[in-house]
C-alpha cells in the first residue's frame, strides 16, 4: 500500500526522570537526525507504537510503551470519518483492530479469514459510533482504551510529557503527491506556510509507483525544498526497483540537496505468536514456519494474511524476495532510520554494532537516563 508520510514535532513539556528508559530526547534534534546522516545512530521508529504484548496498535498506551523503551519516533496512521474526525486507525475497514462486530450484533471480523463484519472508516461517524469502539491487541483480545483521534493522542503524548515525534501517515490520502507543486497546493499545507509553521515532510516511494511517475525526478525535487527532511524508500531488495534513489539520496554528487537520509520498513510480518491468538481461525491454515521460504506474513484487509513475497509489484526485487525482514539487509543499505514493530530489539542490535548513539537527539546538557538507577517498569518479553 502506497503510503504518505508528515512528520510532526511534538515537544513533551517535562521529563520524568525517574522513569524507566524513557530518554531526555530535544524533537528538534531529532528533526535534524532525520535529515544528517550519522554512521553512529540508526533512529528508531516504533511501527503504530510498541504494540506486542496485549497492547493495540495505534493507542496511547502503545505511544506510552515505545516512550518508556527510548523510543524516539512513533509511526501512526490515521483516517478520516464521515464526520471528518480524524481517528488513528490503520485498516481501510474498523473490524480487525476494534470490537465493532460484536457492537453491532454482526459476525466478529477475522483477519484470519478475512470474514466477518468488517465496515469501512470512511462510512461511519466517529461521534456516536466509532468513539465508542474498543481496540482489540494483537492477539485479537479486546482491551478497554477505545479509539483514539489525533487531537487525543496529541494531547495525550503532551500531558505524558514524551519526548517523541509522530510520522503522521495518510491513510485517505489517495493522490500521490507526484511533485512539490501538488504537495504545496494542499489548503493545509498553504495554510502551514501561511501561519510560518514549519512542516517536516517525509515522502514515501514504492516500486509500484515507478509505472505512475518518474520517482527519481519526484525525489530530486523534494530535496530541494525547506520542508522535506527526509525520504522513505521502500527497496525490496539490492538493485532492485527505486535502487537509483536510496544511490541518489547517498551520494555527495547531489547538489543543493536539503537531506542525506532515507528510512525503510522492516517488515518482520504481522503474526507474531500464531498458537496464541483469539481469532477463529477457522477454514485457515497457518503454516508452522511463519517464516515459510524466508518470507513472512502480513494482514491484508478483507482477505487471509499473505506472504510478503506474493505481494511484490512486479520487478520490484532482483530475485522475488522482498528483504524487508532482514536486520543486516536493511543495515547494509545504508538506511538512517528504520519503522520497527520491534524497535526495543533494535536498539539493543544496533548498540552492539556501535549504531545507537542517541547522544545526537538528547536535550542540551542532558544524560542518557541510566536504566539500573531508574528501573521502571519497561521490560522486554520474548516475543519478537
Ligand atoms: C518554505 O518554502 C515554502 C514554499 O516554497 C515557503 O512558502 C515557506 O515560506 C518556506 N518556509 C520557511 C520557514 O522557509
Ligand atoms: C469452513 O469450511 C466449511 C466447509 O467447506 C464451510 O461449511 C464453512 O462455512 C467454512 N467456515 C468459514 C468460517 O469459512
Ligand atoms: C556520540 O555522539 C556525540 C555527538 O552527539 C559525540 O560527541 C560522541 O563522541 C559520540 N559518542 C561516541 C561513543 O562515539
Ligand atoms: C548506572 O548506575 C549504576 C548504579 O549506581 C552504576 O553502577 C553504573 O555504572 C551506571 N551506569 C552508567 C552507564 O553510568
Ligand atoms: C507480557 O508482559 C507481562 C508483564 O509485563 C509478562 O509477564 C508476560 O510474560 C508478557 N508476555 C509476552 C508474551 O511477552
Known amino acids: 500500500m502506497v503510503q504518505y508520510s508528515t512528520a510532526l514535532a511534538l515537544l513533551g513539556l517535562h521529563i520524568g526522570a525517574a522513569v524507566a528508559a524513557r530518554q531526555p530526547y530535544d524533537v528538534r534534534k531529532i528533526i535534524e537526525a532525520f535529515r544528517n546522516p550519522h554512521d553512529d545512530l540508526t533512529i528508531l521508529c516504533a511501527h503504530r507504537g510498541l504494540r506486542w504484548n496485549g497492547t493495540a496498535e495505534n493507542s496511547v498506551d502503545a505511544y506510552w510503551r515505545a516512550a518508556e523503551a527510548g523510543i524516539e519516533c512513533i509511526e501512526t496512521d490515521m483516517r478520516l470519518s464521515k464526520d471528518h474526525f480524524i481517528p488513528m486507525i490503520h485498516d481501510g475497514g474498523l473490524g480487525r483492530t476494534t470490537d465493532?462486530?460484536?457492537?453491532?450484533?454482526?459476525?466478529?471480523?477475522?483477519?484470519?479469514?478475512?470474514?466477518?463484519?468488517?465496515?469501512?472508516?470512511?462510512?461511519?461517524?466517529?461521534?456516536?459510533?466509532?468513539?465508542?469502539?474498543?481496540?482489540?491487541?494483537?492477539?485479537?483480545?479486546?482491551?478497554?482504551?477505545?479509539?483514539?483521534?489525533?487531537?487525543?493522542?496529541?494531547?495525550?503524548?503532551?500531558?505524558?510529557?514524551?519526548?517523541?515525534?509522530?510520522?503522521l501517515?495518510?491513510?485517505?490520502?489517495?493522490?500521490?503527491?507526484?511533485?512539490?507543486?501538488?504537495?504545496?497546493?494542499?489548503?493545509?499545507?498553504?495554510?502551514?506556510?501561511?501561519?510560518?509553521?514549519?512542516?517536516?515532510?517525509?515522502?514515501?516511494?514504492?516500486?509500484?509507483?515507478?509505472?505512475?511517475?518518474?520517482?527519481?525526478?519526484?525525489?530530486?525535487?523534494?530535496?530541494?525544498?525547506?520542508?522535506?527532511?527526509?525520504?522513505?524508500?521502500?527497496?525490496?531488495?539490492?538493485?532492485?526497483?527505486?535502487?537509483?534513489?536510496?544511490?541518489?539520496?547517498?551520494?555527495?554528487?547531489?547538489?543543493?540537496?536539503?537531506?542525506?537520509?532515507?528510512?525503510?520498513?522492516?517488515?518482520?510480518?504481522?503474526?507474531?505468536?500464531?498458537g496464541t491468538v483469539d481469532f477463529d481461525r477457522a477454514n485457515y491454515t497457518f503454516p508452522d514456519d511463519e517464516h515459510q521460504s524466508n518470507s513472512v506474513y502480513t494482514f491484508q484487509d478483507n482477505k487471509a494474511p499473505r506472504l510478503m513475497d506474493s505481494l511484490l509489484p512486479d520487478g520490484a526485487s532482483v530475485d522475488g524476495h522482498d528483504y524487508r525482514?532482514?536486520?543486516?539487509?536493511?543495515?547494509?543499505?545504508?538506511?538512517?532510520?528504520?519503522?520497527?514493530?520491534?524497535?526495543?530489539?533494535?536498539?539493543?542490535?544496533?548498540?552492539?554494532?556501535?549504531?545507537?548513539?542517541?547522544?545526537?537527539?538528547?536535550?542540551?546538557?542532558?544524560?542518557v537516563i541510566n536504566e539500573t538507577l531508574s528501573g521502571g517498569w519497561y521490560k522486554r518479553h520474548e516475543l519478537m
Open 100 to 167: 465493532v462486530g460484536e457492537q453491532a450484533g454482526k459476525e466478529a471480523y477475522n483477519p484470519y479469514t478475512g470474514q466477518g463484519y468488517n465496515p469501512n472508516v470512511e462510512d461511519l461517524n466517529y461521534e456516536g459510533y466509532i468513539e465508542n469502539l474498543h481496540l482489540r491487541d494483537e492477539m485479537g483480545r479486546v482491551r478497554v482504551e477505545k479509539v483514539p483521534t489525533l487531537p487525543e493522542m496529541v494531547q495525550a503524548i503532551h500531558e505524558e510529557g514524551m519526548n517523541v515525534v509522530l510520522e
Open 169 to 274: 501517515d495518510f491513510k485517505d490520502q489517495a493522490a500521490w503527491y507526484k511533485t512539490p507543486e501538488d504537495f504545496e497546493a494542499l489548503r493545509w499545507v498553504q495554510d502551514a506556510f501561511a501561519s510560518g509553521v514549519q512542516l517536516a515532510f517525509i515522502p514515501v516511494y514504492d516500486p509500484a509507483m515507478e509505472d505512475e511517475m518518474d520517482t527519481l525526478a519526484s525525489l530530486k525535487a523534494f530535496s530541494q525544498t525547506n520542508y522535506t527532511i527526509s525520504a522513505e524508500i521502500e527497496l525490496r531488495s539490492t538493485n532492485g526497483v527505486l535502487q537509483d534513489l536510496l544511490d541518489y539520496v547517498k551520494s555527495t554528487q547531489s547538489t543543493n540537496v536539503k537531506f542525506r537520509t532515507a528510512g525503510t520498513f522492516y517488515a518482520p510480518g504481522d503474526i507474531f505468536a500464531p
Open 325 to 367: 525482514s532482514d536486520f543486516n539487509w536493511i543495515i547494509k543499505q545504508g538506511y538512517d532510520w528504520v519503522i520497527s514493530d520491534t524497535p526495543d530489539l533494535w536498539a539493543q542490535r544496533l548498540e552492539k554494532q556501535g549504531k545507537r548513539n542517541i547522544t545526537w537527539m538528547l536535550a542540551d546538557g542532558s544524560k
